[in-house]
Nanobody, 121 residues
Framework: QVQVVESGGGLVQPGGSLRLSCEAS????????LTWYRQSPGQQREWVAA???????NYADSVKGRFSISVDNAKNTGYLQMNSLQPEDTAVYYC???????????????WGQGTQVTVSS
């Protein structure tokens, strides 16, 4: 099985920065993609950023230029660097890892439990 744990959330003032981490552990053969989502109270889960195994990245318009996604394959850990945070960025942030557990096996999505980010003065 694969476990995914997010960390790094917290309370930050508008204009501040946070770096979220997404650590995948367990039986992992390869990570083939990593995606960040967020969900605010009363809202649907929103896609934020994604990175493929080849290194291609893509961002929601609302965070483009402020957020940066990266992956350390040696540590099976992904990151979301968030700069110039605004109150509308307040949400629970979730990480989804697209991975194989064995060579030539099927790739599946694995989700973490989320980490709270609150942007407020």
């Amino acid at each position: 099985q694969v476990q995914v744990v997010e960390s790094g959330g917290g309370l930050v003032q508008p204009g501040g920065s946070l770096r979220l981490s997404c650590e995948a552990s367990g039986r992992i053969y390869s990570i083939n993609g990593l995606t960040w989502y967020r969900q605010s109270p009363g809202q649907q889960r929103e896609w934020v950023a994604a990175r493929t195994s080849g290194g291609a990245t893509n961002y929601a318009d609302s965070v483009k230029g402020r957020f940066s996604i990266s992956v350390d394959n040696a540590k099976n850990t992904g990151y979301l660097q968030m700069n110039s945070l605004q109150p509308e960025d307040t949400a629970v942030y979730y990480c989804k890892v697209f991975a194989r557990t064995v060579a030539a096996g099927p790739r599946r999505d694995y989700w973490g439990q989320g980490t709270q980010v609150t942007v407020s003065s």
